[in-house]
Nanobody, 128 residues
Framework: VQLQASGGGVVQPGESLSLVCAAS????????IGWFRQVPGKEREGVAC????????AYIDSVKGRFTISKDSRQSTMYLQMNNLKPEDTAVYYC??????????????????????WGQGTLVTVSS
């Protein structure tokens, strides 16, 4: 299983980025998916997740209304659309999924402990 995240970059505050995560030998069809981020010296935090069973999403409060998580199960691809980016969004972003995630995305941001398969991370820098 391999997850490959891409789409990070350097943008100014207020701009947008779209992160993409492509999976090999794995399907997002039956498992919850999540995006996480981490800055140096801090723990990895769950940003957004998408339930495979009910199709609902959950976000941390700081990104609600600005970020959107989605997936294309047929293509084994997941996305994170990030709009109106802020300097505090600067971090390395990771995609993740796994067999233990089913049923975990239930109205709260994802917990890294529930996820087994991780992408390598893509750096997002928001700076003027």
């Amino acid at each position: 299983v391999q997850l490959q995240a891409s789409g990070g970059g350097v943008v100014q505050p207020g701009e947008s980025l779209s992160l993409v995560c492509a999976a090999s030998r794995f399907s997002f069809h039956v498992y919850d998916i999540g995006w996480f981020r981490q800055v140096p010296g801090k723990e990895r935090e769950g940003v957004a997740c998408l339930s495979s069973s009910v199709g609902s999403a959950a976000y941390i409060d700081s990104v609600k209304g600005r970020f959107t998580i989605s997936k294309d199960s047929r293509q084994s691809t997941m996305y994170l659309q990030m709009n109106n980016l802020k300097p505090e969004d600067t971090a390395v972003y990771y995609c993740a999924s796994g067999p233990r995630t089913s049923g975990t995305c239930v109205g709260a941001p994802p917990d890294p402990a529930d996820y087994d398969f991780w992408g390598q991370g893509t750096l997002v820098t928001v700076s003027s």
